[in-house]
T-cell receptor, first 112, second 115 residues
Framework: KNQVEQSPQSLIILEGKNCTLQ??????????LRWYKQDTGRGPVSLTI?????NTKSNGRYTATLDADTKQSSLHITASQLSDSASYIC???????????FGAGTRLFVKA | EPEVTQTPSHQVTQMGQEVILRCVPI?????FYWYRQILGQKVEFLVS????????KSEIFDDQFSVERPDGSNFTLKIRSTKLEDSAMYFC?????????????FGPGTRLTVL
């Protein structure tokens, strides 16, 4: 069964600290993996996208990694800011038709 | 910067009523999508649409749902007879080209409340 599991479910960190969010998936065959940021009550906004041949992708303070062998990805946030408080969603797309599975997200709270 | 817009931002309806959710995708985009997110749950794919046809749909997208591009700018999702469990945020998204590698731009969502 195609699944995307994210951990932790929620996370509280202090402003300025780093954090890493995890994503494990079983979607197969695999096409790409995307990390989204979703502010409360808003639509998701894409942060990074990686295919199976890419190991890492950065977007400012966000760095995503992908291990296609173990089917794991992480999103590292450096020097967190209050505005980073949001849900971070891992989305995996398979090949052979539009098969996109969303993870449940990690709710990040950045405190001053 | 171009963006996807959705109206209304919040729709309240009685169970059994029909609702139409409206989306205006980015103007040069060709592929359109609807997703829903029940409160506290993950985003779920409903349907994709290209060239005036449904490209793909999920098991959620049953006969109660339909999509239409009535003119050159709007993309609508109709729910014929709403149920309580249809209460959710509904997101529209669009992409310029085919293929999941192309970034989907999401609208702000319509919050549907069925009473």
């Amino acid at each position: 069964k195609n699944q995307v599991e994210q951990s932790p479910q929620s996370l509280i960190i202090l402003e300025g600290k780093n954090c890493t969010l995890q994503c494990n998936y079983t979607v197969s065959p695999f096409s790409n993996l995307r990390w989204y940021k979703q502010d409360t009550g808003r639509g998701p906004v894409s942060l990074t996208i990686m295919t199976f041949s890419e190991n890492t992708k950065s977007n400012g303070r966000y760095t995503a990694t992908l291990d296609a062998d173990t089917k794991q990805s992480s999103l590292h946030i450096t020097a967190s800011q209050l505005s980073d408080s949001a849900s971070y969603i891992c989305v995996v797309t398979g090949t052979g038709g539009f098969k996109t599975i969303f993870g449940a997200g990690t709710r990040l709270f950045v405190k001053a | 910067e171009p963006e996807v817009t959705q109206t209304p931002s919040h729709q309240v309806t009685q169970m059994g009523q029909e609702v139409i959710l409206r989306c205006v995708p980015i103007s040069n985009h060709l592929y359109f999508y609807w997703y829903r997110q029940i409160l506290g749950q993950k985003v779920e794919f409903l349907v994709s649409f290209y060239n005036n046809e449904i490209s793909e749909k999920s098991e959620i997208f049953d006969d109660q749902f339909s999509v239409e591009r009535p003119d050159g700018s709007n993309f609508t999702l109709k729910i014929r007879s709403t149920k309580l469990e249809d209460s959710a945020m509904y997101f529209c998204a669009s992409t310029r080209e085919a293929g999941s590698y192309n970034e989907q731009f999401f609208g702000p969502g319509t919050r549907l409340t069925v009473l």
